[in-house]
Structures are given as structure tokens and as C-alpha cells.
T-cell receptor, first 115, second 115 residues
Framework: KAGVTQTPRYLIKTRGQQVTLSCSPI?????VSWYQQTPGQGLQFLFEYFSETQRNKGNFPGRFSGRQFSNSRSEMNVSTLELGDSALYLC??????????????FGPGTRLLVL | AQKITQTQPGMFVQEKEAVTLDCTYD???????LFWYKQPSSGEMIFLIY??????QNATEGRYSLNFQKARKSANLVISASQLGDSAMYFC????????????FGTGTKLQVIP
């Protein structure tokens, strides 16, 4: 079974631009979560999507948004990029139906550098 | 609010020796899941082991075992017979079962295996 895939793997943008990251979950998984990882803040939860609906959201500004398609693939968008948005963005998928017992499986991440 | 604490920013272990990575957690939920992930320098988060709050036995997966002490709210990871490839960041995480809550991660422990 194929794992979680994320595209692109690396990205360089300039301040003020916008960016879209993509995540394809493991087949059969309906939940996709996004995390931002930086050296200073560690791993921070962005949001979770299940069956095309945002089910949970972290404490990030409205510049960070996402969506999920009917095939469970998810995209994350960051508008008006700031230098502080430089980070590793990780996507994780899970079944989405078993609550706390569920294991999330992560993709390789997208490294975003904002200049 | 759920919280994960990893008090060891970095650790060294001799190859073939066992090592314990500490993790304590705080939650008011009775039902939750505890996870350990490994993150090599490549960035990908690799799932290692899971422990459910109602599981009576400590989880084991190959060389990984989880020393679960519910009353003390600790979930330490034990790696037996360390290998050079075990050098990585290790994250403890928790997911509460109510309302499909997000996964909360600790700050991580950087493990370096010495030949």
C-alpha cells in the first residue's frame, strides 16, 4: 500500500507570494491533518480535514487555509507569505473514525523557504 | 488541555546498548492514545509504537517497547540494542479520543548513537 505523498518536496518563495501544498493520503484514509514544524516552535497543528470538512483547527492566522477533495486528497494554501512561514510542512493521514486510538502516518513533508 | 513533556533535549547511547527516552503527559481524558515517532534528518516522521490508555500490557514493536505507567502519566520509549541508524529525533505524542482531537507532540529528544 502506498504511503502518504506530498508535493512539492521543496519550495522557495518570496514574501507576499502565495503557495499551495498538496497531500495524498494512504488509500482508504479519510482524515488528513497538516502540521508546521520549525526549530523554534516545534510541531504545531494547523488543521484536520475529514470527508471534505474541516474538523479541527489550530491557532494559525487566516492566511493559512486548506481543503479536501472527494478522493481525500488535501491541499494547504498560505497567502501573503511571511519570512516566519519558512518551515517543514507535514501532512498526516489516518482512517478518521477511531478517535484517540488512531495512528497518523506522515508524508515526507514539504520544505518551504520564504525569502 | 493536553500536554506532552519530553525533558531530554539530547541523549547519547553506545551502539548495542539500550536507551530510554522519557515522556510524561497531562490529560483529563480517560481514553487516549500515546505514540512515538522517529524523525531522521530527512524530515519524514516515522511511526514507531502505539499505546492505548486502556491497554493493560506495555506495547512492543521489535526493538521498541513502551514503558507505560498510567498513574504517573508517563510513556517512556525503550530502544534495545541501539543501532547507528537509530540516530534521529524522537517525538512523543498524544491523541485524546473525544471529538477527534488533534495530536499534540512533545518537543522531541535528539538521540545520537555512538559507534
Amino acid at each position: 500500500k502506498a504511503g502518504v505523498t506530498q508535493t512539492p518536496r521543496y519550495l522557495i518563495k518570496t514574501r507576499g507570494q502565495q503557495v499551495t501544498l498538496s497531500c495524498s493520503p494512504i488509500s482508504g484514509h479519510r482524515s488528513v491533518s497538516w502540521y508546521q514544524q520549525t526549530p523554534g516552535q516545534g510541531l504545531q497543528f494547523l488543521f484536520e480535514y475529514f470527508s471534505e470538512t474541516q474538523r479541527n483547527k489550530g491557532n494559525f492566522p487566516g492566511r493559512f487555509s486548506g481543503r479536501q477533495f472527494s478522493n481525500s486528497r488535501s491541499e494547504m494554501n498560505v497567502s501573503t507569505l511571511e519570512l516566519g512561514d519558512s518551515a517543514l510542512y507535514l501532512c498526516a493521514s489516518s482512517l478518521g473514525t477511531s478517535g484517540g486510538r488512531e495512528t497518523q502516518y506522515f508524508g515526507p513533508g514539504t520544505r518551504l523557504l520564504v525569502l | 488541555a493536553q500536554k506532552i513533556t519530553q525533558t531530554q533535549p539530547g541523549m547519547f547511547v553506545q551502539e548495542k546498548e539500550a536507551v530510554t527516552l522519557d515522556c510524561t503527559y497531562d490529560t483529563s481524558d480517560q481514553s487516549y492514545g500515546l505514540f512515538w515517532y522517529k524523525q531522521p534528518s530527512s524530515g519524514e516522521m516515522i511511526f514507531l509504537i502505539y499505546q492505548g490508555s486502556y491497554d493493560e500490557q506495555n506495547a512492543t514493536e521489535g526493538r521498541y517497547s513502551l514503558n507505560f505507567q498510567k498513574a504517573r502519566k508517563s510513556a517512556n520509549l525503550v530502544i534495545s540494542a541501539s543501532q547507528l541508524g537509530d540516530s534521529a529525533m524522537y517525538f512523543c505524542a498524544m491523541r485524546e479520543s473525544g471529538g477527534y482531537q488533534k495530536v499534540t507532540f512533545g518537543t522531541g529528544t535528539k538521540l545520537q548513537v555512538i559507534p
